[in-house]
């Protein structure tokens, strides 16, 4: 009877990398980019998985309560690029549950295109991809009239406004953002300067420019989060350690609250208006 030839040795399975979460699709990994092809990390990407995962700790816990709670989820986020967050949350927190839909907004057609294709490559059946701005999908049909959770990571100045205002009127359950470039307010303190530094020491916070920059970007923030406090959401406010290579390092996490609406948020947020001389913002942050 012929012997049967000996089978060379199968090469070793390449170990597994401990940066990568259990479950995790190295295709979309490498599809990504954050991965090589030969299924390896280097120095840059692998601070960019360590910053994404950072964030997906964060939302995926509002992710299980809604699912956990209706058995159904919605998510809308915006300024997607090239869809990052949204492809690695549905991989590890939706792609084995029955329910769950992911919307990628983001105003750069080619990117839109492109990860439409990947979803489809990847059978990531429940992710849609929209070519619009933040504050034109407040009313794209593309979109359903409710979303669950609104995240906004670094979407640039007044976008970040808008993706509140998404979310209030979609009757979000959660909000998640992560400001980025906040202009608009140091640009009317810069306006009101003079008559500022007559009302008060107070002033002189902002009156050098780059003191009216820093100044007017945390001035920014707290005003959303009394927004949103305004509109019934219980608002965190934290750093986002381990971003050591981002100076945008404030992460603001609302939740929808059974709580009534704080008159106090309201009020307040009118107070620092007042006082700034930042009233022509009113519609934007009061409304």
């Excluded at 979460?21 to 092809?37: A, D, F, M, N, V």
């Excluded at 090239?82 to 907004?105: E, N, P, Q, T, W």
């Excluded at 489809?120 to 701005?133: D, I, Y």
């Excluded at 001035?219 to 509109?231: D, G, I, K, M, Y």
Aim: hydrophobic share 40%; net charge positive.
């Amino acid at each position: 009877m012929a012997r049967k030839p000996a089978q060379p040795p199968s090469a070793p399975a390449a170990p597994p990398i401990p940066e990568i979460r259990p479950g995790q699709s190295i295709e979309l990994l490498k599809q990504l980019h954050i991965l090589t092809r030969e299924g390896k990390l280097n120095q840059d990407t692998r601070r960019k998985l360590k910053q994404v995962y950072h964030l997906v700790q964060f939302i995926e816990p509002l992710l299980s309560e809604v699912l956990d709670a209706s058995g159904a989820l919605s998510l809308a986020d915006h300024g997607a690029g090239k869809s990052y967050l949204g492809f690695i949350l549905y991989d590890l927190c939706l792609k084995a549950r029955d329910a769950g839909h992911v919307y990628g907004i983001e105003t750069r057609p080619e990117l839109v295109d492109k990860s439409r294709r990947l979803a489809a490559e990847l059978g990531f059946t429940r992710m849609s991809f929209v070519n619009a701005s933040v504050q034109e999908s407040i009313d794209a049909a593309e979109l359903p009239a409710r979303v669950d959770v609104v995240t906004a990571l670094h979407a640039c100045d007044t976008a970040t406004d808008d993706a509140i205002q998404f979310a209030l009127r979609k009757q979000a359950k959660a909000v998640v953002l992560v400001p980025c470039c906040q202009a608009e307010v140091a640009a009317v303190l810069r306006k009101h300067k003079a008559e500022s530094l007559g009302q008060g020491a107070l002033s002189e916070i902002w009156r050098h420019g780059l003191h009216t920059r820093e100044f007017g970007s945390h001035v920014t923030n707290v005003l959303r989060c009394l927004q949103l406090e305004a509109h019934g959401y219980a608002v965190t406010v934290t750093e986002l350690v381990g971003w050591e290579h981002s100076l945008k390092n404030e992460l603001i996490v609302a939740r929808r609250s059974a709580a009534p609406p704080r008159a106090s948020a309201k009020k307040r947020l009118q107070q620092i208006l007042e006082q700034l001389n930042l009233t022509e913002l009113e519609p934007r942050f009061a409304s």
